[in-house]
């Protein structure tokens, strides 16, 4: 089944704990996103990737770092986590020709403490 | 991207069609109209997307007016399991998807 998994799905922590959230997807994809949502701001990307080793800051990427080591994977970093955080987070993918057809992840909800 | 202006939210009775309006009226030549929608708390789904043509699939159906200012979803019967946050995007060649505050649609029974 095609698909794009995070992990964790939830997941509370203190401010300054590291934590990584991981994106795989399965569908061969070379284009990946991270987005994160927010009540009344909608969703907003954080970090792009149109290809292993390539990547990009969207509009919010200030406390996130991203890699893309391989083409299957590509994890959210955060290495200092503060409570403006708190947030829930998405992983997109797509062919980078049908960029605009993303396959969505659950959504991971972070609480930062 | 062009930004697009939706009504906050819509009611539609189970079983009836479900038109929901989105207006894009700085829309550029080559921008596409793509339609996502949000069940709860989910990852985004993608509907449907056009350029000037009238587009259907077997989720719904996109009508784009001639100038392209203005754009229509149709959910031709709608059932419990649609109400969901609907966005309408307009995009350009890039990736990244802006999301507005989309329309919230309630399907009664």
């Known amino acids: 089944e095609a698909q794009v998994t995070q992990n964790p799905r939830y997941l509370i922590t203190v401010t300054g704990k590291k934590l990584t959230v991981t994106c795989s997807q399965n569908m061969n994809h070379e284009y990946m996103s991270w987005y994160r949502q927010d009540p009344g701001l909608g969703l907003r990307q954080i970090y792009y990737?149109?290809?292993?080793?390539?990547?990009d800051k969207g509009d919010v990427p200030e406390g996130y770092k991203v890699s893309r080591k391989e083409k299957r994977n590509f994890p959210l970093i955060l290495e200092s986590p503060s409570p403006n955080q708190t947030s829930l987070y998405f992983c997109?993918?797509?062919?980078?020709?049908?960029?605009?057809?993303?396959?969505f992840g659950p959504g991971t909800r972070l609480t930062v403490t | 991207d062009a930004k697009t202006t939706q009504p906050p939210s819509m009611d539609c009775a189970e079983g009836r069609a479900a038109n929901l309006p989105c207006n894009h009226s700085?829309?550029?030549?080559?921008?596409?109209v793509y339609w996502y929608r949000q069940i709860h708390s989910q990852g985004p789904q993608y509907i449907i997307h056009?350029?000037?043509n009238n587009e259907t699939n077997e989720m719904a159906s996109l009508i784009i007016t001639e100038d392209r200012k203005s754009s229509t979803l149709i959910l031709p019967h709608a059932t419990l399991r649609d109400t969901a946050v609907y966005y309408c995007?307009?995009?350009?060649?890039?990736?990244?998807?802006?999301f507005g505050t989309g329309t919230r649609l309630t399907v009664i029974p």
């Open positions: 056009g350029l000037k």
């Open positions: 997109a993918s797509s062919t980078w020709v049908a960029g605009g057809e993303q396959y």
């Open positions: 995007i307009v995009r350009t060649g890039a990736n990244n998807l802006f």
């Open positions: 700085t829309i550029s030549g080559n921008e596409y």
């Open positions: 990737s149109m290809n292993v080793e390539v990547t």
